[in-house]
């Protein structure tokens, strides 16, 4: 049969290339953390580096306008930062996050994140799904992964913006394949992101119609998947334009959260992580506030 010819040359292709998240290994979603493009992450036996206090150059430029208690970001052998998700204890998570920054929590203490506070307040067993300038099809793909490997009762994934885009890109060395999260008007070259996709050129053929459409197949994708697995999902953003088109979706499965936006002293109050780039305490302290009745109901 066709269908039989289509699955068996499909098999033929790489693990990496094929991307077959319903029926992939757990160890997949360290494809999609920063680890692999951070050297300085890696013990000299191939092990990851458990503690890095600096994450950012940004974080060691503004590290004297920090005025509290240092901190380490803890990851585990997966790249996430939390615990040991192989651990027996982490087969049934009560709540699961999923996002970019805001969710990773850069520039902040770990029990300070948004997530963390609502898992303190609710006794909830959560787990820090976050990573650091991810895409919504990357937040996506290590939702499917995940949610079929580890029983979740609820998720709430806190988006980025539309126009980030994942891709697999060919390293210009190595030969290694390997998935970039592209941002426009990111003025990286070509040469410096040491593969064969060009940012600039990807946007200018790319029309924003597209990165929309794309977008919310992702978003449907995810609520589809969160439906067969029984999950209740949540979603939000602190993009404004791709808060307002989750809000004209027609979701039926997900719920839409508030908004992420300054608490209501900001303007007179300073309130930055340690980059000086990311929300500090209060925005985490004040969307908690906004959520945690809806998802905790």
């Known amino acids: 049969m066709v269908s039989d010819k289509l699955n068996l040359e499909f098999e033929k292709q790489s693990d990496f290339l094929q991307m077959n998240l319903h029926n992939c290994n757990l160890d997949l979603v360290s494809k999609y953390t920063p680890v692999t493009s951070r050297p300085d992450l890696i013990l000299k036996d191939g092990k990851l580096r458990d503690k890095v206090s600096v994450w950012t150059q940004a974080e060691e430029d503004n590290i004297e306008n920090w ?3 240092d901190f380490n970001y803890v990851l585990s052998s997966l790249g ?13 998570l009560d709540l699961a996050v999923f996002g970019c920054s805001y969710t990773f929590g850069v520039g902040l203490p770990s029990d300070n994140l948004w997530h963390k506070l609502l898992s303190k307040s609710k006794g909830l067993k959560s787990y820090n799904f976050g990573i650091p300038g991810c895409s919504i099809k990357a937040a996506c793909d ?7 490997h580890i029983k979740i009762d609820k998720a709430v994934f806190l988006m980025p913006t539309y126009e980030r885009q994942l891709c697999a890109s060919t390293h210009n060395i190595s030969k290694n394949v390997k998935l970039i999260t592209l941002l426009p008007n990111n003025n990286i070259s070509i040469n410096q992101m040491n593969c064969d996709i060009d940012p600039n050129m990807y946007y200018k053929y790319i029309p924003n119609a597209e990165l929309i459409r794309r977008t919310k197949d992702d978003i449907y994708n995810i609520e589809h ?3 067969l697995r029984n999950i209740k999902i949540f979603i ?7 808060y307002k088109l989750i809000n004209v979706m027609d979701l039926r499965y997900m719920t839409v959260l508030p908004e992420w936006v300054n608490p209501p002293d900001h303007i007179n109050k300073k309130d930055d992580a340690r980059d000086g780039l990311h ?13 945690e009745n809806i998802v905790c109901i």
């Not at 996430?80 to 027996?88: A, G, L």
């Not at 290590?142 to 079929?148: A, N, P």
């Not at 939000?236 to 791709?242: I, Q």
């Open 279 to 291: 929300p500090g305490f209060k925005h985490h302290e004040y969307w908690t506030k906004l959520i």
């Open 225 to 227: 998947l969160a439906k």
């Open 236 to 242: 939000s953003s602190w993009d404004r334009p791709t």
């Open 80 to 92: 996430f930062r939390d615990e040991e998700i192989i651990e027996t204890s982490y087969n049934h």
């Open 142 to 148: 290590v939702f499917s992964i995940v949610s079929r």
């Open 67 to 69: 005025k509290h208690d």
